[in-house]
């Protein structure tokens, strides 16, 4: 946990966001410090995936009340490709397939643009192979999906284990899992979650974005939310996770209503 | 007479390269393959210029201008033969005015494994026309790659009505590419006609970049059973640029295999047109026709028009067609940026995708990498 006077990595003040005209987030605060792992809960609908596009910089989405900052810096003003470039990361809940574009020079070109936006050196083809290889086999990705195109073809849970490869190569310092454990089978869903835990340090945040206490089992958080109605509704410990797992949101779709 | 011109610099009388494309590069490319290069000087065919030594057996190469003038029964006979092409305008224009070009025969079964380059270069520094036509015979069982490069001094104008016609024997193999670079300025029309013989192989893929306005017009006639005909292209055109493929596929016997692939990358106002026509005659059952063209749209001002049209007369045929035009998908571009790829950056990568696909058709990987270098080289320059 971080020191009171350290800026918070992640500090989203009285966000309201609209979808083609439709308020979704309609007043949500929420605060991380380095070395957080947050994990928002909700039902279907809530604005969870809303959260964590506007936060990645999706445009359709618009801002029309309060901020975000990152580090400090205001984020809303910044590109995707400068937010991811600052160290945010999003675990897409629906992983994209991009026919013709190899997973292999996806990966390099991302890594090498982001090092390039900080004004580091690129890593050589040796060094990238070895580091991807690395990654990958923890992950138990085979080379050969490497070579396929992005996505292309790959099973629900071998999409959901290449987001999670592309975070560990990118190593952010906030990564956004949206529902990284669905569609994952329970022996995937340790692996993943032990890429994320390798991940986790005093130095950097998460927020994870699941429906089900099995995923916190593995991913023990800090801080657990309710999402509901575009707003947070109720912040707890871990153990809230479990009396929403026992008992549902309808006690909190009655409040925000 | 002079030693024959063997690297790349030596386009004749300061033609240098044209916007955008790089059939320099390709060039150099194709000169690593080995390629025999065959120069055409504003329509007419440079022996001195040409790689003309150690022929291998069974291929010869001649000019057209001394075959006409020499009265070959074979090339007369070739150039006054019926074609898929005739009523053509353009077609009909090239054979009033063609006086030159190139005439290759390959005899029965001649393997030929240097790839043969027909560099089309317009150096002229006046305005003005130029017609040329070729000759392409190829043997039963032989086997080659053609690969036609044009291109001009960049500030020139001038126009191109160029023709190449292929006869191919059964069970002949070729592969043919088509890069069109030229002046920003420039006219090209050309012409390709081909009759494909039994069980032959024959593949052709056009490259266009370059010239104000393009149109590649391609007759293709299966005339024997049991043909492969693989047919495919990519235009990346920008500011006022116009480029038109138009092709007719004759299946006139039966069992033969059709692909076609069209693809074109439109920036700022340019227009690309697509027209493509199968027919399958009445007695060509089995017949297996697809064809796909698709546009993508970099700019609100461009265009693209598709034309697309089966005209069957057989009943155990499977033909189908697609046609798409959109623009650069705003999901997929939002993944890469948010894993840090600027916009320009991930714009490219899905317009190399998007062209790659039908660039990955080629077979030859000399000639895939030679195509999708260009596809890069346009995409920097972009
Ligand atoms: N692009 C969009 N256009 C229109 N409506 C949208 C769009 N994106 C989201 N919405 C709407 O916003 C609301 C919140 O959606 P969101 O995807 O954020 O929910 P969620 O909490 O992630 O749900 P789930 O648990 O099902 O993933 C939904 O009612 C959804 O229909
Ligand atoms: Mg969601």
């Known amino acids: 946990m971080s020191e009171d006077n350290e ?26 410090n380095k070395g957080e792992v947050h994990a928002i809960m909700g039902p279907n609908g809530s604005g969870k995936s809303t959260l964590a596009h506007v936060l ?73 192979l070895k580091r991807v290889r690395g990654e990958a086999a923890k992950l138990n990705i085979d080379q050969d999906m490497l070579r396929r195109s992005v996505n292309v073809g790959f099973s629900g849970g071998e999409k959901k284990r290449n987001e999670i490869l592309q975070m560990a190569l990118l190593e952010p310092k906030l990564a956004v899992l949206d529902e990284t454990d669905s569609g994952l089978d329970i022996d995937a869903l340790k692996v993943v979650a032990d890429g994320v835990n ?12 699941t429906h089900y206490q099995r995923l916190l ?21 871990k153990e809230l996770a479990r009396e929403l797992e026992a008992e549902g949101y309808s006690a909190y779709q009655e409040e925000a209503a | 007479m002079p030693p024959p011109a063997r690297n790349c610099r030596a386009s004749p009388r300061g033609a240098t390269r044209p916007s955008g494309a790089s059939p320099r590069a390709a060039c150099a490319h194709l000169a690593a393959l080995g390629a025999r290069r065959l120069v055409v000087v504003d329509g007419h065919f440079d022996l001195a210029l040409s790689d003309l030594d150690a ?54 079964g001649a393997i030929v494994e240097r790839p043969i380059h027909l560099a089309f270069v317009h150096a002229a520094s006046s305005p003005r026309a130029v017609f040329a036509r070729s000759l392409i015979t190829i043997g039963a069982g032989a086997k080659v790659m053609i690969v036609e490069s044009h291109e001009g001094a960049p500030a020139s104008d001038y126009q191109v009505n160029n023709a190449t016609d292929f006869a191919v024997g059964a069970r002949a193999e070729v592969a043919h590419l ?13 012409t390709q006609v081909a009759t494909i013989g039994a069980q032959a192989r024959y593949s052709s893929f056009t490259f266009n970049v370059g010239g104000a306005l393009v149109r590649n017009q391609m007759f293709v006639r299966c005339a024997g059973e049991g043909s492969t005909v693989d047919l495919g292209g990519v235009s990346l055109l ?58 993508l749209l970099l700019s609100p001002d461009a265009e693209a028009d598709n034309k697309p049209e089966l005209e069957i007369f057989a ?41 790659g696909e039908a660039v990955e058709t080629i077979a030859h990987a000399g000639l895939r990498e030679i195509v999708m270098d260009a596809v890069i080289a346009w995409l920097k320059a972009r």
């Open chain 2, 55 to 108: 022929l291998e057996a069974g291929l010869s190469i001649g000019s057209l201008a001394r075959a006409l003038a020499d009265g070959e029964r074979n090339v007369l006979a070739r150039v006054g033969a019926q074609t898929g092409a005739d009523g053509d305008p353009a077609y009909a224009l090239n054979t009033a005015f063609m006086r030159d070009g190139v005439v290759i025969t390959l005899a029965d």
């Open chain 2, 238 to 295: 920008r500011q006022r640029q116009h480029a038109d493929n138009t092709l007719v596929l004759d299946h006139a016997f039966g069992g033969c295999v059709s692909r076609e692939m069209f693809k074109v990358v439109l920036a700022d106002s340019s227009r690309g047109v697509f027209q493509g026509k199968i027919i399958v005659r009445p007695h060509a059952q089995k017949t297996d026709a697809r064809m796909m063209s698709q546009a």
């Open chain 1, 217 to 237: 089992d593995h991913i023990v958080p800090d801080i657990v939310h309710v999402l509901s109605r575009g707003r947070i509704v109720r912040t707890g410990g």
């Open chain 2, 178 to 190: 088509k890069l069109t670079g030229e002046a920003a300025n420039a006219l090209h029309v050309a």
């Open chain 2, 315 to 355: 009943d155990d045929v499977q033909c189908g067609h697609g046609a798409t035009a959109g623009a650069i998908d705003a999901d997929l571009k939002f993944y890469l940026m948010a894993r840090g790829i600027p916009e320009a950056q991930a714009e490219a990568l899905l317009i190399q995708a998007f062209a």
């Open chain 1, 198 to 209: 390798h991940l986790r340090s005093p130095e950097r945040g998460m927020i994870v974005i």
């Open chain 1, 56 to 128: 990645a910089g999706k445009s359709h989405y618009a801002v029309t009340a309060g901020g975000v900052t990152f580090e400090g810096e205001d984020l809303l003003g910044l590109k995707p490709n400068e937010r991811a470039a600052k160290g945010l990361f999003l675990a897409f809940q629906y992983p994209l397939e991009i026919p013709g574009v190899a997973t292999m020079n996806f990966l390099r070109t991302a890594l090498n643009a982001q090092r390039k936006t900080r004004g580091e050196a690129e890593l050589t083809t040796p060094d990238f």
């Open chain 1, 7 to 32: 800026v918070a990595l992640l500090e989203i003040r009285n966000l309201h966001v609209s979808v083609d005209e439709r308020l979704i987030l309609k007043g949500l605060n929420l605060t991380v």
